[in-house]
């Protein structure tokens, strides 16, 4: 289960894997990177919550970042990546379907206190984003979502900003898997089946 409570993820993990509060978990490998970056979350001004069980700095009403842990790095990943400039070239994409460079990925935790600077100054851009109420510009999406799938996301705001998030080719997978069937009873079963799935920002064939 998901934690809930911030301080859980720094202590235990973010829940979703059965490394939990073990020492394998990622979270506690990278324990002072982790820490050191919510710190400088904090001091740029920004408000601490939990989302998908990972903290997530916000601000001015938007999700401005959210920190990550893997096995070989952990990230600093930026909401509306489209509207980053980059200066410094310390964004990375996620993978080869993301659109944009949207992370900072650290393999050291010494390397988070050496770009303290670069790193506040990236999240000031994003807040001064938020505070004008930029948005990227929308994409024109490449499938057309099934009704069910949209009434879905309507409902459930959580699930909605999990789905966005996803990469496109991530998206398009569940489009495809709902477009097997024309019933909107199995349409929507699977749309509840598949949510730990978009929640967790994997696609509909990854485990």
């Given at each position: 289960m998901m934690i809930t409570e911030i301080e859980d993820y720094f202590t235990k993990g973010c829940g979703r894997c059965e490394r939990f509060a073990g020492p394998d978990c990622s979270a506690r490998r990278w324990l002072q990177g982790l820490n050191d970056l919510r710190q400088i979350c904090v001091d740029a001004g920004l408000a601490e919550t939990v989302k998908w069980g990972h903290p997530c700095y916000v601000h001015a009403g938007r999700?401005?970042?959210?920190?990550?842990?893997f096995?070989?790095?952990?990230?600093?990943s930026f909401f509306n990546?489209?509207?980053m400039k980059d200066p410094c070239g310390a964004l990375e994409k996620q993978g080869p379907?993301?659109?944009?460079?949207?992370m900072i990925r650290f393999g050291d935790d010494a390397q988070v206190a050496k770009m303290r600077a670069v790193i506040l100054s990236y999240l000031k851009e994003a807040m001064e984003y938020a505070e004008a109420g930029v948005k990227p510009p929308k994409e024109k999406s490449e499938v057309e979502l099934p009704d069910e799938l949209v009434d879905a996301l309507d409902s459930d705001?959580?699930?909605?900003?999990?789905?966005?998030?996803?990469?496109?080719?991530?998206q398009k997978s569940y489009v495809i898997n709902l477009?097997?069937?024309?019933?909107?009873?199995t349409r929507r079963s699977r749309i509840e089946k598949f949510r730990p799935k978009i929640i967790a920002g994997k696609g509909a064939m990854e485990r």
């Open positions: 999700n401005i970042a959210i920190l990550g842990a096995r070989g790095d952990f990230r600093l990546a489209a509207l379907n993301t659109q944009y460079p949207d705001p959580e699930l909605a900003e999990a789905f966005r998030s996803l990469t496109p080719g991530r477009g097997s069937t024309r019933n909107p009873e």
